[in-house]
Structure formats: C-alpha cells, structure tokens
C-alpha cells in the first residue's frame, strides 16, 4: 500500500526537508525506506505504517541506548533528532498514525556479503576492536527512565532465547537446553562481564569500510542485558556457517585470535570467559535450530539454513561441541603482538 503525499510530506518537514528530497530505498521490509541528506549527512528515514506490531516503547529506549553509544563515540549507525529534538515521530493522518525514525547511513558494505578473501588479519581485528568498545562504553549507560530499560537476555526474544519457538519443541532441545542453561546460570555478573549487549550480533548486522578500516553496528532491536560474551559468541558462530566452505575450522580460529586481540585492546577479558564459549555457542545452536527445524525444507532453504542444518540434529542429541577449537591457545595467541 503505497504511502499517502500528505503524510510523507508532513513527515519530510519534521526534519527540515521535502518530499522531493526523499529518494526510496530498499530494504525496509514493512516499512517505508528513503535515503536523504541532512547538515551533510547521508541519512536514513525509516516510516512504519499504521495497524502495526511496533512497540513504540520498546523503540524509544533502544534508540535512546544508541544514541548514547554514539555521543560516546561508539561504533554505530547513530539515530537522528527530529527539528523538534524527537528520536521518534509520530504524524497522525486522519485515524491513521505513522511512525518515523532517522539514522545516519553507514558507509561500507555488508559483513556477509564480503568473501572469504576480502577478509585480513586487520579487519577482524577492527571488528573486536569496534565489539570491545561499545561493551566497554556500556558499562557506564543507565537509560533515563525505568520504562526504558530493556530486558533481561533470559526475558527478551532473542535467538539465545526464542520464546515462542521453544514453547512446544521437542522434548529432547529443551533438555539439552536446561543442561546448558545450568552452566550458564552460576556465571557471575560482574559490571565487566555482564551489561546491555547487542545480541543479535552476526554478520548481517554490521557495516564493513574495508578501506578505511572502520566497522558500524547496527540493528540493535534485540538488544538485552546479558553476557557481553554472547556477542562474541554469535560472530564465532556465524562465520563458521558464512564461510564454512573455506577451512571452517582454521578460518573461525584465526577469525577468533584477531578478533579477541582487537577486542581485548578496548575490553578486559580473562581466559575463564573465553573457556565459557562452548556453553554459549551450544544454547545458541539449540535456539537458531529451534527456529528453524519446523520449516527446513532443503529444497527451498536459503543458503545460510542449507549449510546450519545438515546433521544438526543429531549433533544437538549427542551433546556434540559446536565447534572444536583449541580456545586456550588461541586466547593466548590473541595476547600476542602482531
């Protein structure tokens, strides 16, 4: 359904332009999408139409935790303020009220689309260099008001904890699962440890400058207190299926050292956490898996399911490591000089 002129243009003079000025982009899935330009900024406009599922609140406090990372110089796609110093807009049209939001356009490509070879030892470095400051800027972030703070990891949908897809599954996922969840429930919380995280941290959600060596998160909708470990758990996790055609095991270990050496420039992290990735990465696997046995049809599945699911399962009943990586010499290779 294509957006009325008079809500699009009333929308426009929120921000200080036109219509005319907005050019349509893609990938807003349900929502419109322009590109425009504001105080000589690249910028994106995002406009949710009416009658649907957004929780405005839920909206509100991760663009408020986003534009605290950014004033603090974080590594993110920063929202933009409205003329009238708004991080959201709603613009009423009749009965009908459309919601809007603007970030700053992130220059580079996306991670997944990037080849094995596009990859060097400096950009996964930068990447842990970009995860380890925004954790480290997290730990002094307190939202502005209570209704603001977002949930807990065990509390929010995530894919270390989706919710609906777990209510029924098999029973033998949701015992591996409880196995699991028991090694991770008597990890302490220390502030270092534990704070608001990104958690849905793969390789389709940050922005690659591969000539200027600068990396930008984005799509923090997920976003929960939990483990900072968990971010790093999901990019190990991801890559091993992104790339895993090209030496799987060898490439998530070098990927891991260089990455654990960026982020450990900006983030303490002891070995006792890297020792924890096992655990993370298990209730990872049984959640993504939760998602998608229902509906796997390796017919029609997309490329990243058809190299996740092959043998899964049987993985998954075995209680088989998800990846079989030397952690130790590896953290203590990432403590190294390069």
């Given at each position: 359904?294509?957006?009325?002129?008079?809500?699009?243009?009333?929308?426009?003079?929120?921000?200080?332009?036109?219509?005319?000025?907005?050019q349509?982009?893609?990938?807003?899935?349900?929502?419109?999408?322009?590109?425009?330009?504001?105080?000589?900024?690249?910028?994106?406009?995002?406009?949710?139409?009416?009658?649907?599922?957004?929780?405005?609140?839920?909206?509100?406090?991760?663009?408020e935790?986003?534009?605290?990372?950014?004033?603090?110089?974080?590594?993110?796609?920063?929202?933009?303020?409205?003329?009238?110093?708004?991080?959201?807009?709603?613009?009423?049209?009749?009965?009908?009220?459309?919601?809007?939001?603007?970030?700053?356009k992130?220059?580079?490509?996306?991670?997944?689309?990037?080849?094995?070879?596009?990859?060097?030892?400096?950009?996964?470095?930068?990447?842990?260099?970009?995860?380890?400051?925004?954790?480290?800027?997290?730990?002094?972030?307190?939202?502005?008001?209570?209704?603001?703070?977002?949930?807990?990891?065990?509390?929010?949908?995530?894919?270390?904890?989706?919710?609906?897809?777990?209510?029924?599954?098999?029973?033998?996922?949701?015992?591996?699962?409880?196995?699991?969840?028991?090694?991770?429930?008597?990890?302490?919380?220390?502030?270092?440890?534990?704070?608001?995280?990104?958690?849905?941290?793969?390789?389709g959600?940050?922005?690659?400058?591969?000539?200027a060596?600068?990396?930008?998160?984005?799509?923090f909708?997920?976003?929960?207190?939990?483990?900072?470990?968990?971010?790093?758990?999901?990019?190990?996790?991801?890559?091993?299926?992104?790339?895993?055609?090209?030496?799987?095991l060898?490439?998530?270990?070098?990927?891991?050292?260089?990455?654990?050496?960026?982020?450990?420039?900006?983030?303490?992290?002891?070995?006792?956490?890297?020792?924890?990735?096992?655990?993370?990465?298990?209730?990872?696997?049984?959640?993504?898996?939760?998602?998608?046995?229902?509906?796997?049809?390796?017919?029609?599945?997309?490329?990243?399911?058809?190299?996740?699911?092959?043998?899964?399962?049987e993985?998954?009943?075995?209680?088989?490591?998800?990846?079989?990586?030397?952690?130790?010499?590896?953290?203590?290779?990432?403590?190294?000089?390069s």
């Amino acid at each position: 359904m294509p957006l009325p002129q008079q809500a699009l243009e009333a929308i426009a003079r929120l921000y200080g332009v036109t219509a005319a000025q907005l050019q349509p982009a893609t990938g807003g899935h349900f929502a419109y999408v322009y590109e425009l330009r504001l105080n000589q900024r690249a910028c994106i406009l995002k406009i949710i139409p009416p009658n649907t599922d957004v929780d405005v609140r839920a909206m509100r406090a991760v663009l408020e935790w986003l534009a605290f990372l950014a004033e603090a110089g974080g590594p993110v796609v920063p929202p933009v303020f409205s003329q009238q110093g708004n991080l959201i807009e709603a613009m009423a049209d009749g009965e009908q009220v459309y919601i809007a939001v603007v970030f700053e356009k992130a220059p580079g490509m996306l991670a997944e689309g990037m080849a094995p070879e596009a990859w060097s030892d400096m950009l996964f470095e930068a990447l842990g260099r970009t995860v380890g400051a925004c954790h480290r800027i997290a730990q002094d972030y307190n939202p502005s008001k209570a209704e603001f703070r977002r949930p807990e990891w065990s509390a929010g949908s995530s894919c270390f904890n989706p919710h609906e897809e777990l209510e029924d599954a098999d029973p033998i996922l949701l015992e591996r699962r409880a196995q699991t969840l028991e090694r991770i429930a008597v990890l302490p919380k220390e502030r270092v440890s534990y704070g608001l995280a990104h958690l849905d941290l793969h390789f389709g959600n940050f922005f690659v400058d591969a000539e200027a060596q600068r990396i930008v998160l984005f799509d923090f909708d997920d976003c929960a207190y939990g483990w900072y470990l968990m971010d790093i758990t999901m990019l190990l996790f991801d890559i091993l299926v992104v790339y895993n055609g090209h030496e799987p095991l060898n490439f998530g270990a070098h990927f891991l050292e260089q990455f654990l050496r960026g982020y450990r420039s900006q983030m303490p992290l002891d070995f006792f956490w890297v020792n924890q990735l096992p655990h993370f990465l298990k209730l990872l696997e049984i959640g993504v898996y939760a998602m998608l046995y229902r509906d796997y049809n390796p017919a029609t599945a997309d490329e990243w399911v058809s190299k996740f699911m092959p043998g899964r399962r049987e993985r998954i009943e075995q209680a088989l490591p998800y990846v079989d990586l030397d952690f130790m010499a590896i953290y203590q290779a990432s403590g190294r000089s390069s």
